[in-house]
């Protein structure tokens, strides 16, 4: 208890805006912090089921909602380091958090008296007065208490634990025999000749592995950074061949590693739980809560874009057949002959690398610029701050401000790789905005990403990729900065998945407009504007193929929905099932032996069961939603107002469909996606 008591996790933060005092904390208090924050969150649920008042949203609900506060703002701490900057001893922190944090989650929804009280009044919702806002909560709370199992009777319950139970353990099954499987196979070269057409950089790193396993000569393996590249480059066909054939065999091989049964397992036992809960089939469980929100509605937009897509992935396929045999492929085009002609060709047409780009994008001008098309197009701006504590020295805050000057948030942001950050780029905040005693709390957001750094030669210069990834994760951020709510789990980027990349992909559309490029676009030595050549070769390579890409992607979401939509017991051999379901967008002669569903970890081992289609759903809504900034000008203020007041600001708190609607002034139709990616 001493301890604690100079614990500065649990104190009040008396630091700048009340943001972590990151100064002052230290591995060793996370622990500990976090067992005294669960006690206090228990008593806090404890005051909610021993309340002799008749259940209300602000009794119950709303309490619940806000129950936790302090567990809350620490372990996003903790996970936030954790991917941000991390080592040995914070790394064992979490993992001995986790299950503490777990263990609590599961309490509550296993509650009897708190699921009582909510479930009163979940049943009466339809005849007293609420606000939209407060409806949704009243549901999502309702729902996240059924799916956790709250609403089965004891032998009910029993069967559901076991299945739950022997779901999780099948998934991370079904990744580590994809996993194995990746890594045990090699391609090994030792004939120099067998290297043709492979880019240095590649046979370089494949020595090398050669060298790391004792071996001669040249290692390439099933992981993307050496699978990619070998078959875009690869003049060697049987070898291109070869890699395709193991990669598309994974866990399908009949070994010990094989998928084949987990993954007949796991749709059963899905299946089986969807039913006890209530529902027909998994993926109209898993939908309740989405944009799409039944399985009818996906399927009707999959097929939708399936006809729109289909002459364009046969005409991409015929132009790719047609260059191949100019090229001297005597064959009929194959599987493993696509990624190889495709590349060739592109380069042909549109051969622009990041080194030429790259010199127009230093980071410090693409920051302003970023922060200055949110104050062009919302009003607000941004003001360093260097006295609010930081995790490291790399990161920069600011104070985030509207157009009346109001207080909105605070923004982190850390730029650079280091030993301790995870891979990528990512939006986190470290805290969500919600009212409590009708005082708005702003939020803390944080923007993480892996950005070249500067060197004594040159300042930090973006590839295009990066500067995409950055206007992607300053969309999530907006999202979470603007938002005007009232409870904390609908705020901010608490919203459906199907609905949460438009903010973000939305802003990746700026990377194409000339009208922005021209406001920074200048090559930091010679000050020379970025050539109009290079913005249009950017745009058309951008919709290069697309048609094909997009009849993939289609593929594995009508995959997707037909695992999940089953609505009974099923023996079925996966590759009958698969071939069944996948011949409608087949562009290649069959191939014996290769099998998707055995490897396909999105729906399998991760959690994009029935979800898979959301790829493209959130593409059709940023293409739909930036055409028409585009009709009005792409800084139109009336536009971007009413994206900002109907979107960015309100969270979860209507139902995402009416609230594009009422941007849009209509549904979001496919058109606007066709058209940019040249369908
Ligand atoms: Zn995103």
């Not at 009582?116 to 729902?143: G, M, N, S």
């Not at 015929?318 to 696509?338: C, H, M, Q, Y």
Request: aromatic share 12%.
């Amino acid at each position: 208890m001493t301890e604690n008591k100079n614990n500065p996790l649990l104190a009040e933060w008396n630091t700048p805006f009340n943001t972590p005092p990151f100064n002052l904390i230290d591995t060793a208090h996370f622990l500990p912090a976090v067992e005294e924050a669960v006690k206090l969150a228990e008593k806090e649920i404890q005051v909610i089921t021993e309340n002799t008042d008749k259940p209300t949203f602000k009794n119950t609900i709303a309490a619940l909602d806000s129950a936790g506060e302090k567990l809350g703002r620490i372990s996003s701490v903790l996970f936030n380091l954790n991917s941000a900057e991390t080592n040995k001893l914070l790394q064992e922190a979490t993992q001995k958090a986790a299950p503490v944090l777990t263990r609590f989650s599961n309490d509550i929804t296993l509650n009897t008296k708190l699921f009582e009280r909510i479930a009163k009044i979940f049943e009466k919702k339809d005849t007293a007065v609420y606000t939209t806002e407060e409806k949704i909560l009243i549901e999502r709370k309702y729902r996240n208490f059924m799916l956790g199992g709250a609403g089965l009777k004891e032998h009910e319950r029993e069967r559901f634990r076991a299945i739950s139970e022997e779901l999780s353990t099948l998934s991370l099954k079904f990744d580590e025999n994809v996993l194995e499987e990746t890594n045990s196979w090699v391609l090994h070269i030792t004939d120099r000749s067998d290297l043709a057409g492979l880019p240095e950089n590649l046979t370089d790193a494949a020595a090398k592995e050669a060298v790391s396993r004792n071996s001669e000569g040249w290692i390439f393996t099933l992981h993307y950074p050496s699978y990619v590249p070998f078959m875009q480059y690869s003049e060697k066909r049987h070898l291109r061949e070869k890699m395709f054939r193991a990669y598309s065999s994974r866990a399908f091989r009949g070994n010990e590693y094989d998928n084949r049964n987990i993954v007949i397992k796991i749709v059963n036992l899905r299946l089986e739980i969807a039913k006890m809960l209530g529902f027909t089939n998994f993926a109209e469980m898993v939908l309740g809560d989405r944009m799409a929100d039944t399985p009818e509605k996906v399927e009707k937009f999959l097929e939708e874009l399936y006809t729109a897509a289909k002459p364009a992935a046969f005409r991409d396929l015929n132009t790719i057949k047609k260059f191949a045999s100019e090229d001297g492929l005597k064959e009929p085009l194959e599987r493993w002959d696509w990624a190889f002609y495709s590349e060739k060709l592109k380069k042909k047409l549109y051969d622009i690398d990041d080194e030429i780009l790259k010199p127009y994008f230093s980071l410090e001008k693409v920051e302003s610029a970023i922060f200055g098309l949110a104050t062009k197009l919302y009003g607000i701006r941004f003001s360093a701050n260097r006295s609010i504590p930081v995790y490291h020295p790399d990161v920069k805050t600011f104070e985030v401000y509207d157009n009346d000057d109001t207080f909105l948030a605070i923004l982190y942001v850390d730029y650079h790789p280091r030993a301790g950050k995870s891979g990528g780029a990512w939006m986190t905040s470290y805290r969500d905005q919600r009212k409590k005693n009708k005082k708005d709390i702003r939020p803390f957001i944080s923007i993480v990403a892996n950005f070249t750094r500067s060197s004594e030669s040159r300042p930090s210069l973006l590839s295009f990729n990066e500067l995409t990834t950055f206007l992607h994760e300053f969309g999530h951020a907006l999202h979470g900065m603007l938002t005007k709510c009232t409870h904390e789990s609908l705020s901010g980027t608490n919203v459906a998945r199907d609905f949460v990349e438009l903010p973000s992909q939305f802003m990746e559309n700026y990377a194409y407009e000339k009208e922005w490029l021209d406001t920074f676009a200048v090559h930091y030595q010679t000050g020379e504007k970025l050539p109009e050549e290079f913005i249009v070769k950017i745009k058309e390579a951008a919709a290069y193929n697309e048609g094909y890409a997009c009849y993939r992607q289609l593929s594995f979401g009508f995959l997707d929905m037909a695992w999940h939509s089953l609505g009974n017991h099923t023996e079925i051999s996966i590759s009958d099932f698969e071939n069944e379901v996948m011949t409608k967008t087949e562009l290649f002669p069959p191939v014996e032996g290769l099998n998707m569903s055995a490897s396909f970890g999105h729906i399998f081992g991760g959690g994009y069961a029935a979800g898979y289609y959301g790829y493209k759903w959130a593409e059709v809504l940023d293409a739909d939603a930036f055409q028409y900034f585009k009709e009005t000008g792409i800084f139109n203020n009336k536009t971007a107002e009413s994206f900002r007041k109907n979107i960015l600001e309100k969270g979860g708190t209507e139902d995402p469909a009416s609230l594009y609607k009422n941007f849009r002034g209509r549904d979001p139709s496919i058109d606007a996606l066709l058209k940019r990616s040249g369908l």
